[in-house]
């Protein structure tokens, strides 16, 4: 339990590193049917961006935890780049698709945290 809790928090590190915006830790574990022990959700402002946090949230796992994502999807676009690392998964978005997809509010009644961003 304490290496998942370890991974998001590397995560958000990643995120941060390279400036990611809203970030918001939603907490699956107690939800029935729930894919994965964590959602991490962000955003960036441009797809550059978008593609800079979530090689930045690979490449920090990677060096401090000695993992790797099992599947990565949205690298093409990079409107939304999803991140499964199993029990954690990691989503960065453009803003316009995060409001679309509104991810965050399909599991409403989960524990979220806010990390207030960096500036």
């Known amino acids: 339990m304490d290496s998942i809790k370890e991974l998001v928090d590397v995560a958000v590190k990643g995120i941060q590193e390279k400036k990611g915006k809203g970030i918001r830790i939603v907490d699956l574990r107690n939800i029935d049917g729930a894919i994965c022990q964590y959602f991490i959700v962000c955003e960036g ?3 550059q961006q978008v593609s800079a946090i ?10 401090e935890l000695k993992d790797k ?10 409107l939304w780049i999803a ?6 998964m990691v989503h960065v978005f453009m803003p316009e698709a995060r409001d ?3 991810l965050e509010n399909l599991w409403e009644d989960a524990p979220a945290e806010d990390i207030p961003d960096l500036d």
């Open 69 to 78: 994502p099992t599947h990565v999807v949205g690298t093409e676009n990079a």
């Open 83 to 88: 991140m499964d690392y199993v029990d954690v």
């Open 54 to 63: 979530a090689d930045s949230v690979e490449d920090m796992v990677r060096i």
């Open 45 to 47: 402002q441009n797809p």
């Open 100 to 102: 679309f997809y509104n």
